[in-house]
């Protein structure tokens, strides 16, 4: 495992980069009038599209406003910052309830929701457990007597809200948001763009898309990647003009010991990385029930999970560890393979 001062550094880098990196890019296409902007934010990279339909400079100020809101929801639901809300709850964790803002705790019913929808696949208290899993140089696996002192640290009913005060029943808990904040983000950056008179846009934060209306005048081509080829190689595309697509992979962070794949999406209820499915992804109206529901079926596997999809009215889509494809009907009609890439069903 990582040394300390080496995971302290880490720590400190992550927590710079959601503070500090402004780095970013933006363009205009004249001849086809988008705005394209890019920057680093919530650990990630974020691209926002707008058609600025004549009006590109209040389509640029649209794009400034949308990124606040990110930077805004960040401050609020990151436990990453030492000073977020979330930190506060996970530093009293086994005392008293701390008061958190109505916005966090609307998010964390609904996160309690999907735990139950999903019998505890989705579980934001994994946190507690996620210490133990560092996808760092120095990873090795975590002994069996870790995993399980850590998986008693992990139950999302032990998460009490009552109003407006939060409190995790045990010293250890920890909550992470990881799994639906983003998606939230991404819903909340596309209600401002469209308030502001901008009906056709895309907001992707690191695979969370949600897109409305066209570009020019085409639906948005939305690529799915390919988990076992290289970046950028996709099983194929989705045509959208409404609502959102999130995919969620064991090849986004992983590292490979003797011919195994240790990946990043744990099973909240065995303490270890799910096993059988190796991407998973999901349409849905907004990009906070795609989120949310992609990793619940991931860690579910086919049968469970798509079901659970089936339940929530949403359209999935499965890649099992033998490479096979499992679609719900819905995603099935939607979905264009890329040559080549069609496997069985």
């Known amino acids: 495992m990582a040394k300390p001062w080496r995971r302290a550094l880490l720590a400190l880098a992550a927590v710079g980069l959601l503070l500090a990196v402004r780095l970013y890019t933006s363009k205009q296409d004249n001849a086809r009038g988008l705005i394209h902007v890019q920057r680093s934010l919530m650990g990630t990279v974020w691209n926002i599209d707008v058609m600025e339909e004549g009006r590109p400079e209040a389509a640029r100020q649209a794009v400034e406003a949308a990124y606040r809101e990110l930077e805004r929801i960040d401050g609020l639901m990151s436990e990453w910052k030492p000073d977020s809300p979330v930190s506060a709850i996970n530093q009293a964790a086994g005392g008293a309830a701390v008061e958190a803002p109505e916005e966090l705790c609307a998010i964390l019913r609904r996160s309690v929701d999907y735990g139950e929808k999903s019998a505890g696949a989705f579980d934001i208290t994994w946190r507690g457990m996620g210490r133990i899993w560092r996808y760092d140089e120095d990873f090795v696996p975590p002994s069996d007597q870790a995993i399980e002192k850590a998986r008693a640290n992990v139950n999302y009913r032990d998460l009490e809200i009552t109003g407006n005060l939060v409190r995790l029943k045990r010293a250890g808990m920890s909550i992470g948001l990881g799994g639906i904040a983003k998606g939230y983000a991404v819903d909340r950056a596309l209600g401002i763009l469209n308030r502001a008179g901008f009906a056709n846009a895309l907001v992707d934060g690191g695979g969370d898309i949600r897109v409305s209306g066209t570009k020019n005048g085409t639906p948005w081509q939305l690529g799915i990647q390919d988990p076992r080829a290289e970046r950028g190689s996709l099983l194929g595309r ?43 992804s999901v349409m849905a109206p907004s990009a906070e029930q795609a989120d949310a529901l992609a990793t619940a079926i991931f860690v579910l596997g086919r049968e469970k999970g798509l079901a659970l999809a089936e339940a929530e009215n949403v359209d999935a889509m499965l890649i099992d560890e033998q490479g096979n494809t499992h679609r719900t009907d819905g995603f099935a009609r939607r979905f264009e393979a890329a040559p080549g890439k069609e496997r069985s069903q």
């Open 238 to 280: 989705v045509a959208m003009t409404g609502g959102a697509l999130v995919t969620s992979g064991d090849y986004e962070r992983f590292r490979m010991v003797d011919g195994v794949r240790y990946h990043h999406i744990i099973n909240p209820r065995t303490g270890r990385p799910a096993r059988g499915t190796t991407s998973v």
